[in-house]
């Protein structure tokens, strides 16, 4: 039965991040994970017109010539750009459509805990316009814990910490339910920001968001490792205003991440301090669950382990987990029930 099911099988979940958008189908997996980011053409009346989406459109970023811009749409959590967030979207899914046509597809899509109703109808009439069946909302962290696969009905505390791109969402969840959670303005975005600054402070070199990012994902960290690394830069000199290149080490990129790290220590902390005892308990002998990209952050998790005293573990495919446990709502009638909305 299964190949038939899955050559019938609808239904589409959506990630739709502040840094990147996942799309998972039903049977086939994730079919698309690209940057949230579209490249516009503005023309002489002002109107907008989409050149590119997700990967090619960030190559874009800080390279576009007058009258084209790269934006953003997500930016810190919200939708800042609620039309192009619908243009974005509706290219995800029908670029999945249009890879094998699906007739009617039922849509979950994750969303972040703090937008408002509007912007819920918004979103979720955009997946309608592109000729979705039905369509459901989940919140990004419930999301994360089911695709982390942690207990999430049982009578038992479980703490997931989401480290994205514009947010860091903390949740405490038990039967099912958001039992307490937190939405912090901190992600990966603060870290780059920190460390152009870092960059601009010490060198008097000006760097911009996509060479900030490499630098994190290629030698940021949060504890110290054995073997200190490092990396040339190139940006523009400040004071000359002609390219320069700079040798960076990775003990001074966790120096520079060390403000945002603390700020996402402290917010651990304040949750686990708002919980009850019984579900502190829990947490203490199962520990707490990281995923976003933030939790590919070299030893973050060491660092949550040191200042928290709990065990810190890091889902098995932490970028992957919100759009995953999202299709696994999707896909089970109880879950759908009591953790997404229609
Ligand atoms: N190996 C890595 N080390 C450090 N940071 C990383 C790594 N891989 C990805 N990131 C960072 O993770 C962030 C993106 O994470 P993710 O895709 O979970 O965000 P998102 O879900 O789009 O954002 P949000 O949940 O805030 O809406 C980016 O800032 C990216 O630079
Ligand atoms: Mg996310």
Redesign the pocket.
């Known amino acids: 039965m299964s190949w038939l099911q899955a050559l019938f099988s609808n239904d589409i979940a959506i990630?739709?991040?502040?840094?990147?958008?996942?799309i998972h189908i039903k049977g086939r997996g994730i079919v698309s994970c690209e940057p949230?980011v579209v490249a516009v053409q503005i023309d002489g009346r002002g109107e907008r017109r989409v050149l590119a989406v997700g990967k090619d459109a960030k190559e874009m970023i800080g390279r576009t010539p007058m009258g084209i811009e790269a934006v953003r749409p997500?930016r810190g959590?919200t939708i800042a750009d609620f039309e192009i967030t619908v243009e974005m979207l509706r290219y995800f899914i029908q670029r999945a459509h249009s890879s094998r046509p699906l007739v009617r597809p039922r849509v979950i899509i994750?969303v972040?805990c703090g937008i408002t109703d509007v912007e819920k109808r918004a979103v979720r009439e955009s997946a309608e316009a592109t000729g979705a069946r039905e369509v459901y909302l989940i919140e990004?962290p419930m999301a994360a814990a089911i695709g982390a696969r942690l207990p999430i009905t049982e009578a038992a505390g479980n703490m997931i910490v989401?480290?994205?791109?514009?947010?860091?969402?903390i949740a405490v969840i038990s039967l099912a339910g958001i039992v307490h959670s937190q939405s912090l303005k901190v992600?990966?975005?603060r870290?780059?920001e920190a460390i152009i600054e870092h960059l601009r402070r010490k060198y008097q070199l000006q760097i911009g968001e996509r060479t900030a990012?490499a630098i994190?994902?290629r030698i940021?960290n949060a504890w110290p490792q054995s073997v200190t690394q490092s990396m040339e830069v190139k940006g523009r000199g400040m004071t000359a205003a002609v390219p320069s290149t700079v040798t960076v080490n990775s003990d001074e990129i966790r120096e520079a991440l060390s403000d945002p790290l603390t700020e996402i220590v402290r917010a651990v902390r304040q949750a686990l301090e708002r919980t009850s005892p019984e579900l502190s308990a829990d947490i203490v002998d199962k520990g707490v669950v990281l995923?976003?990209?933030?939790?590919?952050?070299?030893g973050?998790d060491h660092l949550l382990r040191d200042q928290t005293n709990l065990p810190v573990l890091i889902a098995e495919d932490?970028?992957g987990a919100?759009v995953i446990g999202a299709g696994m709502a999707l896909d089970d009638p109880y879950l759908l029930r009591h953790v997404a909305t229609k």
């Open positions: 990630d739709l991040g502040t840094a990147t958008t996942l949230s997500m959590g994750c972040p990004e989401d480290i994205g791109g514009g947010t860091t969402e992600g990966g975005d870290m780059d990012e994190k994902l940021g995923a976003g990209g933030g939790a590919l952050l070299t973050i932490p970028v919100v």
